[in-house]
């Protein structure tokens, strides 16, 4: 019990940083909800104190003073004059932060689209063309204003990335508008936060932020067809591909295949997790997922290939998916 209590502060601390916390701000937005927040708490703490220092007097005082606190000016100052007060000044104060979350800075910002499916992200970049599209990771400018263009396909989603901004609902039929500006570089996780189905809890992505540079050759490569296959394996995996019909869901750049049912394979290889956050991408992952996706994430749309390929087919595809980067 004693080293419970120990270990609970550690525990709440580890809460504050990190790569998804919004105690831990990457831009504007995510610092004026921190900033609300730590008032929050501040304040909270404050009048807990306040209560408890008013109890332990109540208790210990001479009853000359004690009956001070029974008085009708006291009841009056104390329970309703002071309440109202502060509960008034958070509320404008709190409406103030709202407003500034949703007025923009730029008058072109960045769009970026980004559509939430039965258990994956879907994220465009309509500014650059039809070419850029990737999924379950979104990359960033830093220093410039991004919107973001929120939808779903099926369901009620919410996307929630808590170092740059709150949470927003994504309905179907309905385009939601978030703004947000990153001021710092590096990779931060997200994370579905309405309930819309069975792998709800296994629905994440990644959100990397990169110098303008950086992130502008970024997206030319996006844009870009994939490379032929270098190998005789990989040749192979690309023939495997076409043959067993994974182009009716899946588009690859520069091929003949351009499904829309399932996330855009188009650079697969480099991306930071497979099957919205629950992997690594690599080719032992990747031969795993097309095996037996049914077995890792029960539920999603795309079927188990395990009993359809050979294995020496299964792992020539997966060396062709590792190689589009």
Excluded at 165 to 184: Q, Y
Excluded at 256 to 274: A, N, V
């Amino acid at each position: 019990m004693i080293r419970l209590a120990w270990a609970l502060p550690a525990v709440l601390l580890a809460g504050c940083s990190g790569v998804q916390t919004p105690l831990e701000p990457w831009g504007v937005q995510a610092g004026l909800i921190a900033g609300l927040t730590w008032l929050l708490f501040g304040g909270g703490a404050a009048i807990f104190a306040l209560v408890l220092g008013l109890l332990a007097f109540a208790l210990l005082a001479p009853a000359r003073l004690r009956r001070v606190m029974g008085s009708r000016r006291f009841v009056l100052l104390g329970g309703v004059v002071f309440p109202a007060v502060t509960l008034a000044a958070l509320l404008a104060h709190s409406m103030g932060i709202s407003r500034a979350l949703v007025l923009p800075e730029e008058e072109a910002p960045l769009r970026i689209e980004v559509i939430g499916r039965q258990y994956w992200w879907e994220v465009r970049y309509p500014d650059a063309g039809d070419g850029a599209v990737t999924a379950n990771e979104i990359h960033l400018p830093v220093g410039r204003e991004v919107e973001l263009l929120l939808s779903s396909g099926d369901v009620i989603h919410s996307l929630w990335l808590p170092n740059l901004h709150g949470k927003m609902d994504m309905i179907p039929g309905r385009v939601n508008r978030m703004r947000l500006r990153a001021e710092r570089t590096g990779t931060m996780r997200g994370q579905c936060t309405e309930f819309c189905g069975l792998q709800h809890a296994l629905m994440a992505f990644w959100a990397v932020v990169q110098e303008p540079a950086e992130f502008e050759a970024w997206l030319a490569r996006q844009q870009a067809p994939v490379p032929a296959p270098a190998t005789e394996e990989q040749a192979r995996g690309m023939r495997v591909y076409g043959e067993a019909g994974c182009g009716a869901c899946h588009a690859v750049r520069g091929t003949e295949w351009q499904g829309r049912l399932g996330p855009d394979l188009s650079r697969i290889g480099s991306r930071l997790s497979l099957g919205a956050g629950l992997h690594e991408v690599h080719r032992a992952t990747l031969a795993g997922w097309i095996a037996g996706t049914q077995d890792l994430k029960p539920g999603n749309s795309m079927p188990a290939f395990g009993r359809a390929l050979a294995g020496e087919d299964l792992l020539a595809l997966a060396a062709w998916l590792e190689s589009l980067r």
